[in-house]
């Protein structure tokens, strides 16, 4: 599966962002659980969010619950995340991943397909 991250950009303390992910190959986008992981500079990637292969299961790291939801629409092979109450530490590089199983999973080196990253900046 390949993936393509949009919707990041510079936004100020509190506001809000939407980013997507968009998905395409041969294997069926639904048969995919999804997480959304980020990386800031000099930390290690983090997990953000991981959603399952329907969308009904979901994770959230607990520096974004209340604040993000992940969610996923599968008829048009498309990952989401809202980022509400943004914050400066929430200031990254966000990557979008696909697992070739379907429950979701919280580490980064499970995941097999990445995405190529969407820069994410909150000024305070």
């Known amino acids: 599966v390949q993936l393509q991250a949009s919707g990041g950009g510079l936004v100020q303390a509190g506001g809000s962002l939407r980013l997507s992910c968009a998905a395409s190959?041969?294997?069926?986008?639904?048969?995919?659980?999804m997480g959304w992981f980020r990386q800031a500079p000099g930390k290690d990637r983090e997990i953000v969010a991981a959603i399952n292969y329907n969308g009904d299961s979901i994770y959230y790291a607990d520096s974004v619950k209340g604040r993000f939801t992940a969610s996923r629409d599968n008829s048009r092979n498309t990952l989401y995340l809202q980022m509400n109450d943004l914050k400066p530490e929430d200031t990254a590089v966000y990557y979008c991943?696909?697992?070739?199983?379907?429950?979701?999973?919280?580490?980064?080196?499970?995941?097999?397909?990445w995405g190529q990253g969407t820069q994410v900046t909150v000024s305070s």
């Open positions: 190959g041969r294997r069926p986008f639904s048969e995919y659980a």
């Open positions: 991943a696909a697992d070739s199983v379907r429950w979701e999973r919280v580490v980064a080196d499970l995941y097999d397909y």
